[in-house]
């Protein structure tokens, strides 16, 4: 009896941990498939400056936009008006912290030798890439529309 009950629990601890990764993997293909295509930058809001209030940087403010185009293959580019400023292979990884009901997702980007980490929230047609926990800014962008 004590070695059935003892091969039940193995079997039930064995399955909550499969059923957990399910979620994470539905979790990540669906971001993998919600960042695939072109956005445009909107805004930029830093919240770490010396008055102590939040600036935003937008198109206007500056004269010049940023379009980040995600492909399905990894790869990325950024154009700044047209004109490619980056390239490379991006990733989405998931982070789980204490509280395991939610958990957040990462854009590491990598360009040459330079690897970028930044968190990310996707809806149908707003991409935020927040860096803010690293000092940088909230970037808010949404998606281009098809022609």
């Not at 293909?29 to 937008?58: A, C, K, M, Q």
Request: with cysteine; aromatic share 12%.
């Amino acid at each position: 009896m004590k070695p059935t009950v003892i091969y039940l629990v193995c079997l039930i601890l064995l399955y909550a941990g499969f059923s957990c990764e399910e979620d994470k993997d539905e979790l990540l293909n669906s971001y993998e498939e919600l960042i695939t295509g072109d956005w445009i930058w909107e805004r930029s809001i830093y919240y770490n400056t010396s008055e102590d209030s939040p600036f935003v940087l937008n198109p206007d403010s500056l004269g010049y936009m940023f379009i980040h185009t995600y492909l399905p293959d990894g790869t990325y580019t950024i154009e700044k008006n047209g004109i490619v400023e980056s390239k490379g292979f991006y990733r989405l990884d998931q982070t789980t912290g204490d509280n395991t009901e939610s958990s957040d997702i990462i854009l590491i980007t990598r360009e040459n030798d330079f690897q970028s980490t930044a968190y990310i929230i996707l809806r149908q047609d707003t991409l935020i890439i927040d860096k803010t926990e690293s000092d940088g800014p909230e970037r808010i962008f949404v998606r281009k529309p098809i022609k």
